[in-house]
């Protein structure tokens, strides 16, 4: 396991979580990242939100991904929702 914490604290990875998603999140799997909530006031243009959880940059890219990786699904299986096709 990773040991990331996840954005905003979300840790899917959790030694308390991982034993049981383990029996459904498998390598083989894709996850498609969608944002359902975030902070209006923090993001206000593509820039903001790119600097939050854009793969380049983002401070929570790391820490999203990181839990997804810890069940051996691969970066490149993991997307956000609008990149996506």
């Known amino acids: 396991m990773s ?3 996840g ?9 308390w979580l ?8 498998k390598p ?4 498609a990242v ?3 909530s975030f902070r209006g006031n923090r993001v206000k ?18 820490g999203i991904v990181g839990g997804f990786v810890s069940y ?4 490149d299986k993991i997307t956000k929702a609008d990149e996506a096709g």
């Open 3 to 5: 040991g990331m914490k």
């Open 7 to 15: 954005a905003e604290g979300f840790d899917i990875d959790a030694p």
């Open 18 to 25: 991982y034993d049981e998603l383990k029996n459904y999140v």
């Open 28 to 31: 083989h799997h894709s996850v």
């Open 34 to 36: 969608v944002a359902f």
């Open 45 to 62: 243009s593509l820039s903001d939100w790119d600097a939050l959880y854009g793969r380049l940059n983002g401070k929570f890219y790391g």
């Open 72 to 75: 051996g699904i691969p970066e």
